[in-house]
Every structure is written in structure tokens, then in C-alpha cells.
């Protein structure tokens, strides 16, 4: 039996602030590997929370870009040959050195071999897994429930982070629902890719991966708020998102964060 | 001799029209091999008109993708020794499940070996050859006119749909004119690449591919005309046509649909 | 001892503006190895001051590209085998038709393969050679000053162009500063990269390797600053600058470029 613990709002509230103001302060190094669709969006999202990403996949150089980052993500979008070797290696150097890592295992839903390479790198221990609804249903043989979440989490040991209408976030105890957001965010290609290289982020500022996986969705659920409101459609929102990132301020993000 | 039938005015921006609705309604997933440099704008403009774009390349993966699709998109551009296996198996995918695909042979008149692939992809009999005039001539060793176009589509059987200042579209016995769109369409780069992947989605919806490809680049001359007006230049042209593919209407598309 | 000669402030402008016009005259083709998240943004800026950005990377296609342009980019941002293969036979090709090239060496303060890499790359003599302080630092094993510039580009017989709030530009005998940008672009991902690719444009119009460096970064950082007055971020002001770039005038560009 599972008991989940509610985070308290506040609480929450003003860990995604401390976050940010962290995030804000260092000039963090993020590893992406991530889909060529994303590699763009990504790196500005990263960037205009003051981070430093990189993004390369060569076999040759990529443990000493993992050995010299503060966290990784892997993202499985148009995954190949080289990315796969590129996440064994970085997926070593990352256990080897105790980094935090991030795995989001997009499209597992629509191609079997991608789905078994998921479950494999959830073997390997990620800090979080960030996946939409079809792709939690694909790996986890359960249509996404608190139940479910809370129990997929637990057996994997990993924080599970759900991206929907609301965000659900597990680590298989506490539990948190983020209900930021806009329908745009879902209208452009990468922002879900973009999010969880934010989650990789607050990962290397923040030791507990729950708040941390819970600040990023807030950060850039309230960012796709703001943004929604001055755009005219996808293409301005994705402009205007990466400005509201930039010039998100903590008073901003602690008024309008809507964590449970 | 070729004896071209016109297509009435109001005809094709009634079935232009009633594509678009179509393509709105139905969550379309279209599958693209394209250039690195479009993956990303290409996506965004699928996203605006309501597909599911997948850009997978891996030769492990892509016949599920293609198989699980509704239309494909083969763009030459950046082409290499991975997407030259992932279109044999992807065009051999489409094959057997019946999928219509595009052909855009991007720079077939630059480099001999990639007009040489570009014939034999034509030979494997793609729905729409999309290209601008340099491209026709590389790979019909002639310049464009209204023969030429016809001669082509119907030795080939193909649409040949030729972008330009007015764009050309035949089967070999219609051919139909586009005069839709702003120089600014060819001052930002991939909205000829996605013009190609917005021909591929309308096949998906609609059996006959002359009227589909005179539909997508009415379309998209359409948004075009609209992003212009509002756009200081090419950068914000770009963010511009994808919010106005978004929110393009029936009655806006047909008032100014100019297709002859 | 080495003696700079400071080049006047009016004789660089005027040049920067007649650099520019050559630009606008021209169609140029610009080809560019460059990695994978600075290929849209770089293609648009080229596309901006008027030249035909390629972006193919394949072994077998690489040579005739690269014959058939005027210039030639070299970025080692996200390297791989790929290419690392299309450099040797791009820079082969380069130096066969004696086409002008830019290094960029992304990141060789980063990884020690990398700076090896640009070690055996300058060898082979690009004309000039665009990079930030760090990397400065990692080639030239010495902090960045006037005086460690002009040795450096004396030794390598190339034109070094280091970038940074003032940018550094010198032959080894002239020295030129170029105040002109803004620090938001250091806050979007490819600036720094699309400068270099606007450095190779530059050659091709201009014989003198350091007025075209000089004009080049001229040019984007004057761009850069009207656009950081019309943004609200770092999403804008990727959009503006490539708006500015397509408008920026001769009288704009002479009256605003600070060159000493």
C-alpha cells in the first residue's frame, strides 16, 4: 500500500522560487542528448535560465562533456546509432561521477525496439523519467493513475514526472500535481524536450529529484502562461516563451505557480 | 499532344478548403526524412494545420513509423548515407501500406549523384514531385513551361508541382497555377521543405494528389500573403506563418486561395 | 616586437559598408559544416545579407558543394565522424580552388581531442579563425591580449577573430576592436556560430581576410543592437536580428559600427 504525502502549496511554491534563484546564480553545464528536432528550442531554454548546454553525440568526446556538466538528459526523439552509443557512454560517466540524469523516452508508444531501450536506461537509474500519457501507458502496462504513478515509481526507484493537461510528479511516496500551463505548449514541436532538459537543470542545483522535476514543470508551465497571453498563435508563443523564461522572476513564479 | 484541362477557380479553392477542414479534424501523423537544417520549422508547420509530424532517420525504427502513418515526406536536402537507407526502407514501407509520399530533391542541380538518386526515387513512383525551376530542369533536362510540366508528370506518372513566383501543378492532364505567396517565402530557409511536408499531409486526407498539392501550396501561399503583412522581415515572417497556418480559416482560405 | 597599425575608424566603417553592398549584389554561396543546433539560425542570417546557405555534410556530395561556392564555414560545435570526414574533404577542396575558409573551433576548451583538432585544422591554413576567449586561451596557451593576438595570428599566418563584449580582430600586423552588440547575444544559442558563417560570406566578396572579419562582425553586432532595442528577451531578439540583418542599410551600418 502506498500512502502518499500531499506537498503543501507554499511549500512547493517557494522550493520552485529557491530553484530558480539557484538556477539563476550558477552557470550550470547541461549534457543533452537530445532529438535534432529539439537540439535549438532546447538549447535557448537552457540558456535563458542561465544555463550552459551542450549537445554533443561523438562517442569520442562525450564523456568529458558528461565528466565536466552538472547533469544530462536523454531524450529518445529521433533516436539512432549514434545516439545510442553517445547514452551508453554518457550514461557511464554519469553513474561513474554521481551526476543526476534525466531520461525522456519520447514516441516509446509508437515503436517497440525504442520502448525495450527505454526500459533498459530505467534500469540504469535515472533521477526522473518525463513522459507523456501514452508514453507512461507504454512503458508501464497501466493507464496513468495516482496508483499507477506511485507504483511504477516506487518499483523503479525513480521519480516519475507525467506531462499533461496537469503535470503529475512520484517518487513512489510524495506525490504533486502541477496545473500551470498553456494548450500552445502542446501546438509547437520540443517543448516537452525542452522541459524535461529544465528538469536535467534543476537536477544539478537541487539534491531531492521530486522538488526538483516539480520546479521545472512550474517554471516552465507558468513561463507557457505568461507566454500564451502576448502570442498570436505557435510561432509567437515559441518566441515568447524563451523571453518569459529569461525575465521570470521568483515574486512571478510564487504568485502564479498552482502546485498540489 | 497534351490537351490540359483548367480547373475552375472556385472548384480548386473549394476543394482546397474542404482539405484543410479535413486535415484540421483528423490528427494526421506524417513521417519525414528531411534535411537537418528544416527538421524543426517543418515540424511546427505540421503541428499548426493539426498532424503529427515524426522525423525518426534510424534504419531500426523508421518502418514502424512509416507503417503507422498516413503519409511520408522525402526531402533531399543534407542528404547522407543515413537517410539514404532510411528511404529505402521507408519508401519501401509506404510501398506495401499503400501510403502516398513526396519527393522534394532539394539541390538535384547542384550535385550530380543527387539528381542520379533523385531519378530513381521518381522511378519508385512518389504521389508529388515537389521542386523549383533549377530542379525541374536538372532532372527534366528541360526549362519549365506548361508542356514541359506536362510532359513530365505524364512520362513519369506523377504530380509535378514546381514552386516559384506562381507555383505549377499537372498530373499530365490538369494543371492548375498557385499565384498565392511573398518573396519573403524564399528569403527564410526550409518553407519550400515545408511546403513539401504540408503536400504530404494533404494526401493523407485527400486520394487525388493534383488536387492535394494545389491545395498545400495554396495553403501555404495563403499563410504566406498574411504573415507578410504583419512582419517587419524575414525573422518575423517565419514566427508569422506558422501562427497564420494555425488560425487560416475556410472562408479566409477561399477568399484568397488565387488558383487558375 | 610586433607594431599594430590602427586602422582608421572611418576607412573600416566605409569598408564594412562596401563589404555589405558587395553581399547585397551577389548571390553567394556560402557552404557550412556546422553543428546541428546552429544550422537553421545560421542558414537565416546568411540568407538575410543575401547569400544561398548549404548545409550537406555526406562524403560523397561534400566536394562538388563546396566547389560550386565562393566560401566555405568549418564549426566544430556537436563534431562527430560525419563530420570530422566532411572537413577533411571540404578543406581539401578549398584549398584545391582556392576558396577562402572560417574555423570555428566550438568548445575546444572543453574537450582535448577538439583542441587537437583545431590545432591540425589551423595547420592547414584557414583565413581566418573566429572563436571566444576560453578557446583563445585553450589553442594559444595564453590568456587573450593585444599583444598574444597579434603573435598568435603572426605564427599561424591567419587572421584571428576573437569575440567577446569589444571583438579582437587581427592579422598579426593590424589590429582592429569592434564595440558594436549586445550581451543578449550571448543569451541565444548560434549567434557566435551565424557570425562566423557571415565572416565566410565576407571573404567571398572581400580579398583582404581582416577587413572581412572585421566587417562581418561589424555588421551583426550593429545588427544585434538594433534588435536587442526592439526585444523583450532572448526569443525576440533572435527574430529581430535576423529582421535587422535583411534591412540593415549602408547609412545605419556607417553611422552605428564602431570600429578602432
Redesign the interface.
Known amino acids: 500500500m502506498h500512502h502518499p504525502q500531499a506537498t503543501s502549496r507554499n511549500d512547493a511554491a517557494l522550493a520552485a522560487c529557491d530553484i530558480l534563484a539557484r538556477l539563476r546564480s550558477r552557470r550550470l553545464r547541461v549534457h543533452c542528448i537530445t ?7 532546447t ?2 531554454v537552457l ?2 535560465v542561465g544555463c550552459i ?6 562517442a ?2 562525450i564523456d ?2 558528461v565528466t ?1 556538466a552538472q547533469a544530462l538528459l536523454v531524450n529518445l ?6 545516439r545510442r552509443e553517445a547514452t551508453a557512454i554518457a550514461v557511464e560517466a554519469a553513474t561513474r561521477n554521481k551526476l543526476p540524469w534525466v531520461l525522456d523516452p519520447v ?1 516509446a508508444d ?5 520502448a525495450t531501450f527505454a526500459r533498459e536506461l530505467i534500469d540504469r537509474r535515472p533521477a526522473v523519467v518525463r513522459l507523456n500519457h501514452s508514453e507512461f501507458a507504454a512503458l508501464s502496462d497501466s493507464s496513468l493513475s495516482h496508483d499507477s504513478a506511485l507504483s511504477y515509481a516506487s518499483s523503479n526507484r525513480i521519480v516519475v514526472a507525467v506531462s499533461g493537461e496537469t503535470d503529475l510528479i512520484t517518487d513512489g511516496q510524495r506525490i504533486a500535481a502541477v496545473s500551470n500551463g498553456d494548450p500552445l505548449m502542446a ?4 517543448v516537452g524536450c525542452a522541459g524535461s532538459a529544465l528538469v536535467a537543470a534543476c537536477l544539478g542545483v537541487e539534491a531531492d529529484p521530486f522538488r526538483a522535476a516539480t520546479a521545472a514543470l512550474a517554471i516552465i508551465g507558468v513561463a507557457g502562461e505568461l507566454a500564451a497571453e502576448k ?6 508563443f ?10 521570470l522572476d521568483e515574486s512571478t513564479l510564487s504568485a502564479r505557480a498552482r502546485i498540489s
Open positions: 532529438n535534432a528536432v529539439a537540439q535549438n528550442f538549447a535557448n540558456l535563458a548546454p551542450s549537445m554533443t553525440l561523438s569520442e568526446e568529458s562533456f565536466s526523439g529521433t533516436f539512432d546509432a549514434e514516441f509508437r515503436v517497440k525496439p525504442r501546438k509547437i514541436t520540443a502570442s498570436n498563435g505557435p510561432g509567437s515559441a518566441v515568447a516563451i524563451i523571453d518569459r523564461l529569461h525575465c
